[in-house]
C-alpha cells in the first residue's frame, strides 16, 4: 500500500468518527494555536518596543545628576564643552528641565500637558520633524525668549491643527507658538505628542532652581555610543570622584539589549508552556491510536494474511496518525492567525503571525502525531495474524 491509499485511508477514518476524531484533534489545536498566538504578540511586542526605542535614538544618553548636596560641580556650560571638545563621539547635548508650573491656552488649563525646557539641540537628539514653524533657536536660549515648540496632541486638540501663531500661557507669561512637531509615538493625553518645549533658561526660572540635574546626550553614531558614555562618565567622575549615587547614565542601545533579552526568555517561557498543549495532544493521539488498533485487530489479520507486510500495516498507522495532527494543525494555524489579529487589536499592537511560526508549528504538530503514533502503529505491526483473525 503506497502513501496516497494510507492517507486516503486515514481521511476516511476520521470521516467516518468525526466526534472522536475532533477531541483526538483538540490537544494539538490547542497547542499549535497557542504558539503561533504567543509568537505574533511577542514579536508584535518587540518591533513596538524597537520602534520606541528608535523613536527615542538608540545612540541617546541620558544622564542624571544627584549631586552631593549643595556642590554644584557640573554646569550645562560644562557638559557643552564636553561635546564641543569630542565632536567625533558626542553629536549634541541638552539640558532637561522639567517645569512644575500652571499652563493655560485660552481658557483652558493644561492638565495632562508637560512642558520641558531645552536647548536648541534638542530637537537632533530627538529626531523631531517639525510639520510647521522652526525649532527653538541658540538667540531663543541666551536671550530667555518666550517662544515654545507644541507636540502634535497639543496642537491638534487645543489649536485645531492650526497651532503657528497662537499663544500658551506658561507659569503667567505667555508665550507665542513657533514651531508644531509632527506626531512622534503614542498619540493621546499624556503622550510623548502632548509636550510643550520652551528654552531651559525660562524653565530654570519658572522652577526656581539654576541648577540642572537632567541632560540628553546624542552619540555621533551607534557605534560611538560606548565612547561618549564612557567621556559622559570620565567627566562626572572628576567632578564627583567615586560617589556612585551622584550620577546616573542611560544608555538607550544598552536598555534596548536588556529589553529585548528579558523578552526573548518571557517568550521562550511562553512557547514552552504553550508546547505542553502539543504534548497532551500528542498523547491523546497515541491513546486513540491505541484503542483504533484494537477496534481493527481482524483487519490487520486479513491484511497479513493476504500479504501485507509489517511495514505496510505500521506505514498505515504512522500515517493516519500523521494525517490526524496534519488536520489538528491546519485547523489550530486558522484559530491561531484569527486570536492573535483579536487579541492584537485589543492590546493596540500589531500581531501578525510570520510565516516561519506558521511553518515550525505545522511541522512540530505533524511530528508529534508521527512520534506519538509510532507505538500503536508497531503494536499493530507485530500482531499475529491467526490471532488477529480469532479476535472478537
Not at 483526538?24 to 518591533?47: K, N
Not at 527653538?136 to 491643527?161: H, P, R, T, W
Request: hydrophobic content about 45%; aromatic content about 6%.
Amino acid at each position: 500500500m503506497d502513501f496516497r491509499q494510507s492517507f486516503i485511508l486515514a481521511i476516511k477514518s476520521l470521516a467516518t468518527s468525526k466526534a472522536r476524531a475532533a477531541l483526538t484533534m483538540l490537544g494539538i489545536i490547542i497547542g499549535v494555536a497557542a504558539v503561533i498566538v504567543i509568537i505574533s504578540l511577542g514579536d508584535g511586542l518587540t518591533d513596538m518596543v524597537n520602534e520606541n526605542f528608535e523613536n527615542m535614538g538608540t545612540n541617546l544618553l541620558m544622564v542624571s545628576i544627584m549631586g552631593r548636596g549643595t556642590d554644584e560641580a557640573v554646569t550645562e556650560e560644562d557638559m557643552f564643552q564636553l561635546a564641543l571638545d569630542n565632536p567625533q563621539a558626542i553629536a549634541a547635548v541638552s539640558p532637561v528641565i522639567s517645569c512644575m508650573s500652571r499652563n493655560k491656552i485660552g481658557g483652558e488649563v493644561l492638565t495632562s500637558t508637560s512642558v520641558s525646557g531645552v536647548s536648541e539641540q534638542y530637537a537632533d537628539i530627538k529626531s523631531f520633524t517639525l510639520t510647521s514653524g522652526r525649532f527653538l533657536q541658540y538667540a531663543d536660549v541666551f536671550k530667555m525668549g518666550k517662544v515654545c515648540v507644541i507636540g502634535s496632541y497639543v496642537n491638534d486638540e487645543y489649536f485645531q491643527g492650526k497651532g503657528l501663531g497662537g499663544t500658551v500661557r506658561i507659569g503667567g507669561d505667555n508665550y507665542t507658538v513657533v514651531g508644531t512637531l509632527e506626531e512622534k509615538a503614542g498619540y493621546g493625553r499624556g503622550s510623548d505628542d502632548d509636550y510643550i518645549y520652551i528654552p531651559y533658561t525660562n524653565a530654570q526660572r519658572l522652577s526656581g532652581n539654576a541648577r540642572t540635574n537632567m541632560y540628553n546626550f546624542s552619540a555621533a553614531s551607534a557605534e560611538n555610543t560606548k565612547e561618549a558614555q564612557w567621556l559622559i562618565e570620565d567627566k562626572l567622575q572628576r567632578a564627583y570622584g567615586d560617589d556612585e549615587n551622584a550620577y546616573m547614565i542611560i544608555s538607550m542601545s544598552e536598555m534596548l539589549g536588556i529589553m529585548s533579552t528579558i523578552q526573548d526568555t518571557m517568550l521562550s517561557v511562553l512557547v514552552a508552556i504553550a508546547g505542553i498543549s502539543l504534548l497532551v495532544g500528542g498523547i491523546g493521539i497515541m491513546n486513540i491510536m491505541l484503542v483504533s488498533v484494537t477496534e481493527r485487530t481482524r483487519e490487520i489479520g486479513i491484511r497479513k494474511s493476504l500479504g501485507a507486510k509489517q511495514k505496510d500495516i505500521r506505514s498505515q498507522f504512522i500515517i493516519e496518525a500523521g494525517t490526524t495532527s496534519a488536520v489538528g494543525g491546519v485547523i489550530g494555524i486558522l484559530v491561531g492567525i484569527t486570536a492573535a489579529g483579536i487579541a492584537g487589536n485589543a492590546l493596540g499592537i500589531k500581531a501578525i503571525p510570520s510565516v516561519t511560526a506558521i511553518a515550525v508549528s505545522f511541522g512540530v504538530s505533524v511530528a508529534v502525531g508521527v512520534i506519538f503514533g509510532y507505538l500503536p502503529a508497531n503494536k499493530a505491526a507485530k500482531l499475529n495474524p491467526i490471532d488477529a483473525l480469532r479476535y472478537e
